[in-house]
T-cell receptor, first 115, second 115 residues
Framework: AQSVAQPEDQVNVAEGNPLTVKCTYS??????LFWYVQYPNRGLQFLLK??????LVKGSYGFEAEFNKSQTSFHLKKPSALVSDSALYFC?????????????FGTGTRLQVTL | DGGITQSPKYLFRKEGQNVTLSCEQN?????MYWYRQDPGQGLRLIYY???????QKGDIAEGYSVSREKKESFPLTVTSAQKNPTAFYLC??????????????FGAGSRLTVL
């Protein structure tokens, strides 16, 4: 089975500093990887995805993610954090089950950006 | 709402009662999903459906049931057999299984509390 791991429960960053939220994956075959963000009491919002091609993927709200095959990682990054980026971030991997597909999520990382 | 609506937003249930959560989408998408979210555990897949009148169990289907009689609707019933039903439930939609790496679009969620 495919899986992703988010090793940090929480990441704390000062506003204006760069941020990184870590994700590692375990898949057979080529990975299809995703990042989502969740604000309190809301559903998840799509940020970006990696399918193939460029290892640096750009997404919404200034976020980007770097796919690293040798390290089986897909870390989320932003050059300059904002207080409004504070939220819960989920990494996910697509799984194929027969003719269907589904996403398997990590446990989430809470990002806290302070002034 | 991203073309997907969940109701009710908050729901209270007494032990032993069944309860049904509604999920409706208006974008004519084939695939729909139900996830459960618990603190520290990320999202876990309950059921998913790729076409009308067909659905598959996810990782934690015990104590839940679904139906897919219409393309736009995918209600989830939390039965009295579900041992620990208090959670945040998220419904999602995507275009379908055969279109590359599908992005899931989530509803705003339903928070179920068992009294």
């Amino acid at each position: 089975a495919q899986s992703v791991a988010q090793p940090e429960d929480q990441v704390n960053v000062a506003e204006g500093n760069p941020l990184t939220v870590k994700c590692t994956y375990s898949v057979s075959g080529n990975p299809y990887l995703f990042w989502y963000v969740q604000y309190p009491n809301r559903g998840l919002q799509f940020l970006l995805k990696y399918i193939t091609g460029d290892n640096l993927v750009k997404g919404s709200y200034g976020f980007e993610a770097e796919f690293n095959k040798s390290q089986t990682s897909f870390h989320l990054k932003k050059p300059s954090a904002l207080v409004s980026d504070s939220a819960l971030y989920f990494c996910a991997v697509r799984e194929i089950a027969g003719t269907a597909s589904k996403l398997t999520f990590g446990t989430g990382t809470r990002l806290q950006v302070t002034l | 709402d991203g073309g997907i609506t969940q109701s009710p937003k908050y729901l209270f249930r007494k032990e032993g009662q069944n309860v049904t959560l509604s999920c409706e989408q208006n974008l004519n998408h084939d695939a729909m999903y139900w996830y459960r979210q618990d603190p520290g555990q990320g999202l876990r897949l309950i059921y998913y459906s790729q076409i009308v009148n067909d659905f598959q169990k996810g990782d934690i289907a015990e104590g839940y049931s679904v139906s897919r009689e219409k393309k736009e609707s995918f209600p989830l019933t939390v039965t009295s057999a579900q041992k620990n039903p208090t959670a945040f439930y998220l419904c999602a939609r995507s275009k379908g299984p055969g279109i590359g790496a599908n992005v899931l679009t989530f509803g705003a969620g339903s928070r179920l509390t068992v009294l």
